[in-house]
Nanobody, 124 residues
């Protein structure tokens, strides 16, 4: 089983960009689906985007256009590029992983490994 560590969060002005990283330790990283989730205060944790080991991606309709996920299996790292950030993007962002079973894991309970989270704050 892999372990995950997020980095790259911070404070940014509206319209700015951030790139988050999710570094994994462990074996067979390319066999895992990795998802980015976010949780704002008082709200449910929601999926932002997910990526398979072969680079296939899943974007919920509301997240398309401003967020881009990518991965480097040689570095055991997944990235989340966030552009044109808005104050409503303020949240703790988590990466999560699970063994690829052939279907897209889109719910929080579908994932069994989580990072500690990184805070993203977008000021207006």
């Amino acid at each position: 089983q892999v372990q995950l560590v997020e980095s790259g969060g911070g404070l940014v002005q509206a319209g700015g960009s951030l790139r988050l990283s999710c570094a994994a330790s462990g074996r067979s990283f390319s066999s895992y689906v990795v998802g980015w989730f976010r949780q704002a205060p008082g709200k449910e944790r929601e999926i932002v985007v997910a990526i398979r080991g072969n680079g296939g991606t899943y974007y919920p309709g509301s997240m398309q256009g401003r967020f881009t996920i990518s991965r480097d299996n040689a570095k055991n790292t997944v990235y989340l590029q966030m552009n044109s950030l808005k104050p409503e993007d303020t949240a703790v962002y988590y990466c999560a992983a699970r063994w690829d079973l052939g279907r897209w894991p889109t719910a929080r309970n579908d994932y069994n490994t989580w990072g500690q989270g990184t805070q993203v704050t977008v000021s207006s």
